[in-house]
T-cell receptor, first 114, second 115 residues
Framework: QKEVEQNSGPLSVPEGAIASLNCTYS??????FFWYRQYSGKSPELIMS????GDKEDGRFTAQLNKASQYVSLLIRDSQPSDSATYLC??????????????FGKGTKLSVKP | KAGVTQTPRYLIKTRGQQVTLSCSPI?????VSWYQQTPGQGLQFLFE???????NKGNFPGRFSGRQFSNSRSEMNVSTLELGDSALYLC??????????????FGAGTRLSVL
């Protein structure tokens, strides 16, 4: 059973701080990794994708991937109250014969306090 | 460019009924995937369609089915509804680039309540 694990939180950080969200996955063959943000009552919105070991930065967001440790993280710098949402880690499952299957963690709820 | 469109946004049904949900992908996207989201189980993969063919299927009973039309629009059907089918049903479309970098974009979802 392929799994993606996340700490459910809630993770609470003060405004302006760095929020660190973590995710581990079970399938060593996984090749692509995604972070989605989901506001309450809304659908998931893609924030970052990462495919190679190391860091990938986009504005205030940095995704980090370590395939040897089967670990992917998301850092949010200068956190804002508008960042308060559930963050979903997703891993692409290639063994189903397509690229159309994402395996999701259950999400980490982030709360940024003003 | 219009995003993924799902209709209807909300549905209320009773046990034993059936329901059909619709999804129109982003223009040019040929792959449509469906997911079920519940508070307890999170987001779970239902099935994926590409060029009118089901290419992959998750671990759901046969009451859940789908299809894709030649214009890439997709429908999913749930027959003999059970209380546990109450969930947010999400459709995602992608270009299906044939690589691992395939990105899925989600529609707003259909919230189904089974009474």
């Amino acid at each position: 059973q392929k799994e993606v694990e996340q700490n459910s939180g809630p993770l609470s950080v003060p405004e302006g701080a760095i929020a660190s969200l973590n995710c581990t996955y079970s399938d060593r063959g996984s090749q692509s990794f995604f972070w989605y943000r989901q506001y309450s009552g809304k659908s998931p919105e893609l924030i970052m994708s990462i495919y190679s070991n190391g860091d990938k930065e986009d504005g205030r967001f940095t995704a980090q991937l370590n395939k040897a440790s089967q670990y992917v993280s998301l850092l949010i710098r200068d956190s804002q109250p508008s960042d308060s949402a559930t963050y979903l880690c997703a891993v692409n499952d290639l063994y189903g014969g397509s690229q159309g299957n994402l395996i999701f963690g259950k999400g980490t709820k982030l709360s940024v306090k003003p | 460019k219009a995003g993924v469109t799902q209709t209807p946004r909300y549905l209320i049904k009773t046990r034993g009924q059936q329901v059909t949900l619709s999804c129109s992908p982003i223009s040019g996207h040929r792959s449509v995937s469906w997911y079920q989201q519940t508070p307890g189980q999170g987001l779970q993969f239902l099935f994926e369609y590409f060029s009118e063919t089901q290419r992959n299927k998750g671990n759901f009973p046969g009451r859940f089915s789908g299809r894709q039309f030649s214009n890439s629009r997709s429908e999913m059907n749930v027959s003999t509804l059970e209380l546990g089918d109450s969930a947010l049903y999400l459709c995602a479309s992608s270009q299906s680039t044939g690589t691992a970098k395939n990105i899925q974009y989600f529609g707003a979802g259909t919230r189904l309540s089974v009474l």
